[in-house]
């Protein structure tokens, strides 16, 4: 079989239960729903980190955030370093970069590592921005509801797709891997019409309205510095309605998208992957947006799905997947042979067949230790409030590990106390039973895996070796300071 061409079309902070044929009735995805239809769907794919960056870092590499301490949104893919489109580009693809995200690659690494990247047509404004008073309800939420005037707004993620397509029409010759990074449904919450329009605040799945039980301290720390008490659930439901509406037109863009690819003769041979980097809470224990430590269902179940050449068609696997297993699989099937040590599983046996245990158990991990805290996030504007958070209380933005098993969820805290949730009975996470008697042996035993992972996974070893004994000149090589 010929190497396939790789779509990977990816939006940003979308939750796995927000679509269609991840069992939710109400949101309308017709084309997520139908590539997922004549593909694969992953029922337990986890994203390793909750933040965008780090996420998108550890697609690249293969590696965990933890590995070459790719944690923050400052540190980036290095030119030294390997990274997925790299292979694709010195593999004998030709690789394109719809768009202009800066939170994947360092200086230089963009144009070591595709044929084109950018813009066709450029963006004209990202968002109308804030709607409501600095520090009111709903300022707080990121909350800015219907986009004015008529038309699609040509914001980033448009011009992602207006240059995505344009791309397309070149009828790029074979093989090539078209990478189409969005940057909806991640908040502010705002879309323009019809989308805005397009459910009704009944038309949404109930959040979780709840604090939960023994939750993370951070949880109570964003209700208090948001005031997200001051939220009505009629707003919250508002919130997700629009949350929804962005979701469909992520769906429109991949629709349209699509067409082209079928249009250009070339969907037959071209491999479409659809995942996220993370999710949104969405109102969930009160909260919105995501956090570094934060390690909810909500924010790491990642939507993936596989269609074309070789996939199964319509099923869905229940084998657990990791971010990092998106490397090793896109490269096995381009034929191209891996040269660092990474920490993915190729996908491709589950590909053949859906019933292949590929791991039974997934990682996340996020958060930071006290002496980082230069390095934590600042922002002004709406994002000033979980910055400042961070900075005021960096205890409760602290290391976190999350290991999730066909039964039990665990969360291993630096700072605060642990966490385990028994997913057969409480899937949302919502109920910690740390406290438990009957648990604590397999608690013990938990914990004992998670230092078994995090071991075997903490660094790595270039391939590219140095010589033992380099010929160095002798005597002074610098004039001394006079």
Not at 269 to 277: E, G
Not at 278 to 284: P, Q
Request: with cysteine; hydrophobic share 35%.
């Amino acid at each position: 079989m010929p190497r396939p061409n790789i779509l990977i079309f990816m939006p940003d902070q979308q939750r796995a239960d927000a679509i269609g044929c991840f069992g939710n009735p109400y949101v309308q995805t017709p084309h997520i729903d139908a590539l997922a239809a004549r593909g694969m769907r992953f029922e337990n794919a986890w994203a390793n980190n909750p933040v965008c960056g780090p996420s998108r870092v550890n697609l690249m590499t293969g590696w965990y955030p933890h590995t070459r301490g790719h944690r923050t949104l400052t540190h980036l893919v290095q030119q030294h370093e390997p990274n997925l489109l790299k292979y694709l580009k010195n593999g004998g693809y030709q690789v394109a970069w719809a768009g202009a995200r800066g939170d994947v690659f360092a200086p230089g690494v963009t144009e070591a590592s595709t044929h084109f990247s950018g813009w066709t047509t450029r963006p004209e404004k990202l968002g109308m921005g804030p709607q409501f008073e600095v520090q009111s309800a709903l300022y707080n939420v990121f909350y800015h509801g219907r986009r004015s005037g008529n038309g699609v707004w040509m914001d980033f993620d448009e011009a992602t797709t207006v240059t995505g397509i344009d791309w397309l029409k070149t009828k790029p010759k074979a093989p090539w891997c078209l990478w189409m990074p969005l940057m909806f449904p991640h908040l502010p919450f705002e879309v323009e019409d019809p989308w805005y329009s397009l459910y009704a605040s009944a038309d949404v799945l109930d959040r979780y309205a709840g604090f939960g039980q023994g939750k993370p301290a951070f949880h109570a720390a964003m209700r208090d510095k948001f005031g997200t008490h001051r939220v009505t659930p009629e707003q919250w439901r508002d919130i997700i309605r629009v949350y929804y509406g962005m979701i469909s037109r992520v769906d429109h863009q991949l629709g349209r998208t699509m067409q082209a690819l079928e249009a250009s003769g070339q969907l037959d041979n071209t491999l479409v992957l659809y995942f996220t980097d993370h999710g949104e809470y969405a109102g969930d224990f009160g909260l919105v947006e995501k956090w570094p430590s934060g390690m909810d269902r909500s924010l790491l179940q990642n939507p993936l799905i596989i269609a074309g050449p070789g996939v199964k068609s319509g099923v869905t696997t229940s084998s657990f997947t990791e971010m990092v297993d998106i490397l090793p699989t896109l490269l096995e099937l381009a034929d191209i042979k891996v040269e660092h040590t990474h920490f993915g599983r190729s996908l491709v046996p589950v590909l053949n067949d859906p019933t292949t245990c590929l791991r039974d158990r997934a990682f996340s991990e996020g958060g930071f230790a006290r002496n980082e805290l230069e390095l934590l996030e600042t922002a002004g504007g709406e994002y000033a409030n979980k910055a400042n958070l961070q900075h005021e209380q960096p205890s409760i933005v602290g290391k976190a590990i999350a290991m999730r098993t066909t039964r039990y969820t665990y969360v291993y805290r630096l700072y605060e106390d642990d966490e385990i949730y028994d997913r057969l009975t409480d899937p949302s996470e919502t109920h910690n039973l740390i406290r438990q008697a009957d648990l604590q042996n397999t608690i013990k035993t938990l914990q004992s895996d998670v230092l078994e992972w995090l071991f075997s996974t903490s660094d790595v070893i270039p391939w590219q070796k140095d010589p033992r004994f380099p010929k160095v000149p002798q005597g002074q090589h610098t004039p001394f300071a006079s």
